[in-house]
């Protein structure tokens, strides 16, 4: 079994701002720089408004694929198997489901 090669953040950026590109007015001026720099890839680029803009909408959109939710008792992180990570109660519809199961079954010394 192979290792998948580590993601390259550089390689990423130069994709999404050339995807960008040509949306973009030609004689834009760069408003901000975001510097990347992992292990010995380096990279440096300049955004124009309209790429800052892109790139924050970007990143605000992403979500983590092991966000699960929240836990509807104290609001801690859930996790895939929607446990609670904080306090550990099982949350939702299949949660509930689980605990009244599990309720009828030590009520009925099984």
Not at 16 to 44: H, K, N, Q, S
Not at 64 to 86: I, K, M, S, T
């Amino acid at each position: 079994m192979t290792t998948p090669p580590a993601p390259d953040p550089v390689e990423a950026m130069e994709r999404f701002l050339a995807r960008i590109a040509p949306y973009d007015d030609p004689a834009a001026e760069p408003v901000a720089t975001v510097d990347l720099r992992v292990g010995r890839l380096r990279g440096t680029f300049p955004l124009t408004e309209r790429a800052a803009r892109a790139l924050t909408e970007a990143l605000n959109r992403w979500a983590d694929p092991d966000d699960a939710g929240r836990c509807g008792d104290c609001g801690g992180p859930l996790g895939q198997d929607l446990v609670c990570r904080a306090c550990g109660r099982l949350d939702g519809i299949f949660g509930a489901t689980v605990a009244r199961h599990a309720q009828r079954v030590a009520e009925r010394g099984d």
